[in-house]
């Protein structure tokens, strides 16, 4: 059961709209002078009714004459429930019709018609128009709404009427689409000693006191100072509920179409594909190219229809079609849209959005399935991603739908795990896979003689090759990690290999390095310089890259830039060091001179490479080790 529902009404002008919300609520839903003055509403008038501790209804009370059209649409949006107003002495006229029909298109399920002004007919009367009305709504979302018989003049009507109201409170979902907010903008004021004012419906989410939420179409962070709803301070307002928000923003930036999100992921469009019912009772035919205006939550904005094969479309005719907007619209799959004439105004259809993004001249023919809507917005990301509710937000579906789609969409192989929580679509990974590859498989080619290639050197020559993806260094580790666990490479230290590639040494090449490894042996624990591996018979370039291929496969220790060790006198040399700290605090070079049995220029050497290495740090002319 909802904590909050929302009840419009609908209806002709003078039919009893607003004095049926004072008569339940007590509240003149008439705020402006003009409309006090003329007696007709102009704009959205509120009201609310407590039934409870913690139910509310909030009432919104639309225009009934065809001139603020708009102005109903912008309060039709977030309704749950709609109170079809009829009077009883003159019946459905053509703003009762048009209401109907726009309602019609709305995606509200639940309507009641409060047959008003019972008190001045007669009981054959009432009965008249009750079967009227039951005729009129036949095949409509009012098949089988109750009709209430009102009076303001008999309590009981009252009663009844609430009674009814009631009922709808348990059959409205309380379900969250996302834990992301969305409000649409129908009015935005100032109050003197608190700024900037909005209202409208919560269609989505919460919003907190505090929280920074984004605005649209400015793209702008506005921080929400206070949150009322229907005149109470709240700390937090809620899916459903009417609100009133105080923000620290310039009135003059914001207006009535604008929305509100704490999400940033509504996407902005100006060609959507919307799957579109046309009223059955338009005059004319809406042709190919026709202007039209188009309402989205609280938003009019003018448009061109563009319909696939054929010029124009007739009246009770469903099909999907595309509008290609004359300025952005913010909004997600499955939002309800209304489509008027541009001139003269009048109501020609509706329906709901299908692609928010659409290309021209390629429809959605077809409505997607959730798992297909995912993986659109998944693959449209391009670099991995990390798994998060806020990736879904422009969906219309519940984050528990999202995240099945995910699971099946990893079963299935379209989307492939890349570390942790982080993934990419397989189409990505496997152009990513087949680049990294070859840049490797063809860098041993060129480098028959090194143990592999620099992992932030491979990096950057992807990167070269695929310019339009920019790979960070957080998407590379991903990469490296998922390749490495799948045994496709070898990682050591900041070297990346390919596990088939075996270095073959040519005779000659084989000959060079016996040599320069008998030459560092003989010298045992004494550091042999580089300058003596290198002699005059063979080529320098060829004995270097013998050298350090000897370094890179930790056969030879690189002590300083001048001079090589053993492995093995290496390792001896660095348990001698530790040893001696195992019983001192302190070392001279002459102490490990003598350990060793080397010259003291060969001990300052191997000394100097462990302070470089944080083994061991020089104090004056002794060393410490570092624990």
Request: hydrophobic content about 35%; some cysteine; overall charge negative.
């Amino acid at each position: 059961m909802r904590d909050t529902l929302v009840v419009g009404t609908a209806g002709h002008i003078d039919h009893g709209k607003t004095t049926l919300i004072k008569d339940l609520t007590g509240i003149d839903a008439d705020r402006l002078a003009d409309e006090k003055r003329r007696g007709i509403t102009i704009e959205l008038g509120f009201a609310y009714m407590r039934l409870n501790e913690h139910q509310l209804i909030s009432f919104v009370d639309v225009p009934g004459h065809e001139r603020f059209v708009k102005s109903m649409l912008a309060g039709a949006m977030g309704m749950d429930v709609v109170m079809l107003v009829v009077a009883a002495d003159e019946g459905f006229k053509p703003q009762t019709y048009e209401h109907l029909n726009i309602l019609s298109h709305l995606n509200i399920k639940k309507g009641i018609v409060v047959l008003t002004k019972c008190d001045l007919v007669t009981r054959e009367d009432i009965e008249f128009r009750k079967a009227e009305i039951n005729e009129i709504v036949q095949n409509t979302f009012m098949e089988h709404s109750p009709i209430v018989e009102y009076s303001i003049k008999d309590v009981n009507c009252k009663n009844t009427l609430i009674d009814v109201i009631k009922t709808y409170m348990s059959d409205i979902d309380k379900e969250v689409t996302h834990s992301s907010s969305r409000l649409s903008i129908d009015r935005v004021f100032s109050v003197k000693g608190y700024g900037t004012v909005v209202t409208g419906t919560l269609i989505e989410g919460k919003i907190r006191v505090g929280e920074v939420i984004k605005h649209y179409p400015s793209f702008r962070n506005v921080r929400v100072k206070g949150i009322q709803v229907h005149s109470e301070n709240v700390d937090e307002a809620t899916f459903g509920q009417r609100v009133a928000l105080n923000l620290a923003v310039d009135k003059d930036t914001l207006e009535r179409g604008d929305v509100l999100s704490s999400s940033d992921q509504i996407p902005e469009t100006q060609i959507i594909d919307v799957r579109l019912k046309t009223d059955q009772g338009i005059e004319s035919p809406i042709k190919h190219w026709q202007r039209l205006r188009l309402y989205h939550g609280t938003r009019e904005i003018l448009c061109r229809i563009a319909i696939k094969d054929q010029q124009s479309i007739e009246g009770d005719t469903e099909l999907v079609v595309q509008l290609r907007l004359e300025s952005s619209l913010y909004c997600k799959i499955n939002d309800p849209i209304i489509v008027r004439n541009f001139s003269p105004v009048i109501t020609l259809g509706g329906g709901r959005i299908v692609n928010t993004l659409a290309k021209k001249h390629v429809l959605s023919d077809s409505d997607l399935s959730v798992d297909d809507e995912v993986l659109k917005i998944l693959v449209n990301t391009q670099q991995p991603f990390e798994l998060k509710d806020e990736i879904f937000h422009s969906l219309p579906f519940t984050i528990d739908q999202c995240m099945m789609a995910f699971d099946q969409l990893t079963q299935n192989g379209e989307l492939v795990k890349m570390s942790d929580n982080t993934y990419a679509s397989s189409k990505w990974w496997l152009m990513i896979e087949n680049r990294f590859m070859t840049i490797l498989i063809e860098f041993h080619k060129e480098n028959s003689l090194k143990t592999g290639i620099d992992r932030e050197t491979l990096r950057s020559r992807l990167n070269h090759d695929l310019k339009q993806f920019n790979i960070s260094k957080a998407d590379y580790a991903s990469i490296v990690s998922k390749l490495s666990s799948e045994n496709k490479i070898e990682v050591s230290g900041q070297l990346i290999k390919d596990p088939k590639h075996e270095v073959k040494y040519s005779i000659r090449e084989k000959s060079i390095m016996d040599r320069q490894l008998s030459q560092v042996n003989k010298n045992e624990l004494k550091p042999t310089a580089i300058s003596e591996l290198i002699i005059q018979s063979d080529p320098k370039k060829l004995q270097e890259e013998l050298l350090y291929h000897l370094i890179n496969r930790e056969i030879l220790v690189k002590i300083s830039e001048e001079a090589v060790l053993s492995k093995k006198a290496y390792s001896m040399c660095k348990k001698n060091l530790l040893d001696h700290f195992e019983r001192h605090e302190f070392l001279t070079v002459a102490e490990f001179r003598d350990l060793l049995d080397i010259s003291r220029k060969a001990s300052v050497e191997l000394l100097e490479h462990f302070d470089r290495e944080n083994v061991t740090k020089r104090i004056e002319n002794t060393r410490i080790l570092i624990k």
